[in-house]
């Protein structure tokens, strides 16, 4: 174990690193540094490949893009996928106890963060790889497929050194969640208002197609319900709901009472999220569909073409035309695209609701153990603080106890909840996607939290003191 950490330590030294602020920054100063940040995200967004012919081949990322703030044809192809898979892994296997690391140790924390950032980087060379070879660029010749694959993987580099410095406190909250947030919220604006002719012959935008529809006396629920991937009123409308909801239950907690012995038994609540787990077994789950559609894909390429053997079809049937997905597994695991699709195939979406919830609910419980969430976990870390259940003795045991009565209830209970609104939201045709809707507003709740957090310590500094800032 203790050759592996030097050889992973001399391997991180070569990583490129961004430093902190040589000063804590002003919030007007971070908020600067964020929108530059910002800025190079959009523009490498627009920046396309050298060496592909964009919009050729099939796109595995179709339905889960924004989740992972990626564009295809561009540089920002594999997005922020590397970086969020990277950290996924790197936070089990911390949990697991399978890395055995104490992050109050320095070194220890600078091993964690250096072994992240190389994982994310040989991921992004893993999944660059897993796309060229999947034909998601089409067929390209050597040279191509080297330039692209070196493209995607310097690409994936300066993404994970923007949310590093972001992290770092150049900016506020974390790249990843402002990039989320920022593809979601530039792909909503777009299906609501986007000026330009649809196949359909309206605009392409919903409330634009709808005020058409109205103007010119045509079928009112043409405009609420439209064929295929086209921006709906009804998706409008689910898309906004959506907000609301998460929004409100981003709000409830259930409230444990505790009290401090030392300061004379003062009492105070310990508030649990209603959703406990938050989006984290969305993204799982994301991660997980996309993978399996990649892997389906490489092997229907190898093996089955013709769709012809029964057993590889339980995995995956494929378009020969488009390389879409049109049965098995890789089929259930996509996302409807829309009523208009849910007419047509009433049971795609009823199993791809049962494998979305299943495996949200799987991975909220192998989350919560894994990341040390559990009962057990919290009730140490609440004892190492100083604090017990009022009436009871200060011990880990018996605040485990109570603890047990609300977190394995509300970890499965949050897992169905997000994994039933962004089914719903998928099958509807939420503009967004149900997925991408979820994270935006759990992303933008955090910003309004941090941000409410930064001017109440920039006007009162004693805040700052008691919280335990210099």
Excluded: C
């Excluded at 055995?100 to 999944?127: E, V």
């Excluded at 959703?275 to 559609?293: A, C, E, G």
Aim: no cysteine; glycine share 8%; hydrophobic share 50%.
């Amino acid at each position: 174990m203790g050759r592996a950490v030097e050889i992973i330590e001399s391997i991180v030294r070569v990583v490129p690193e961004v430093t902190r602020p040589e000063r804590k920054l002003a919030l007007r100063e971070r908020i600067i540094w964020t929108a530059i940040v910002l800025t190079i995200y959009l523009v490498m967004s627009e920046i396309p490949l050298y060496g592909i012919t964009r919009g050729v081949g099939y796109d595995p990322f179709l339905y889960m893009r924004m989740l992972f703030a990626a564009k295809r044809g561009t540089l920002m192809e594999l997005g922020i996928g590397p970086i969020v898979t990277a950290g996924l892994i790197m936070q089990l296997l911390v949990g697991a106890r399978i890395l055995d690391l104490d992050f109050s140790d320095p070194r220890d924390r600078a091993l964690f963060t250096g072994a992240q950032k190389l994982m994310a980087i040989l991921w992004g060379g893993i999944q660059a790889f897993a796309y060229i070879l999947g034909g998601a660029f089409g067929p390209l010749p050597l040279d191509a497929a080297i330039l692209v694959f070196v493209q995607l993987i310097a690409a994936s580099i300066i993404v994970m050194l923007l949310d590093e410095m972001i992290q770092k406190g150049w900016g506020i909250g974390s790249g990843v969640s402002l990039f989320i947030a920022a593809g979601v919220a530039q792909q909503i604006a777009w299906h609501t208002f986007a000026p330009i002719y649809a196949n359909d012959g309206k605009y392409l935008g919903a409330v634009l197609a709808f005020i058409q529809t109205l103007v010119t006396g045509g079928d009112i629920w043409s405009a609420f319900v439209r064929p295929g991937t086209l921006p709906s009123m009804a998706g409008l409308l689910t898309t906004i709901a959506i907000f609301i909801i998460v929004i409100y239950l981003e709000g409830m907690r259930i409230e444990v009472p505790v009290a401090f012995p030392r300061y004379r038994g003062l009492r105070t609540k310990i508030p649990l999220k209603f959703l406990y787990v938050s989006n984290i077994p969305i993204i799982f789950t994301s991660m997980l569909f996309v993978d399996l559609k990649i892997v389906s894909l490489l092997v229907w390429r190898q093996f089955n073409p013709d769709n012809t053997n029964i057993f590889l079809n339980w995995l995956g049937m494929f378009n020969a035309t488009d390389n879409s997905p049109i049965g098995g597994l890789a089929y259930y695991v996509t996302p409807p695209t829309g009523l208009s699709s849910v007419m047509q195939d009433p049971l795609h979406p009823l199993i791809y609701s049962i494998i979305l919830i299943i495996s949200s609910v799987v991975f909220a419980v192998i989350w919560v153990e894994a990341s040390g969430l559990n009962p057990a976990d919290q009730a140490q870390q609440l004892v190492q603080a100083g604090l017990q259940i009022p009436g009871f003795r200060s011990s880990p045991k018996v605040i485990e106890r109570i603890l047990r009565k609300y977190i394995p209830t509300l970890t499965v209970l949050s897992g169905i909840i997000v994994a039933l609104i962004a089914a719903i939201a998928d099958v509807i045709g939420a503009i967004g996607s149900g997925m991408g809707v979820l994270l935006t507003v759990g992303i933008l709740y955090q910003y309004w939290s941090i941000l409410t957090q930064e001017q109440v310590e920039e006007l009162y500094p004693v805040v700052r003191r008691i919280m335990g800032e210099k």
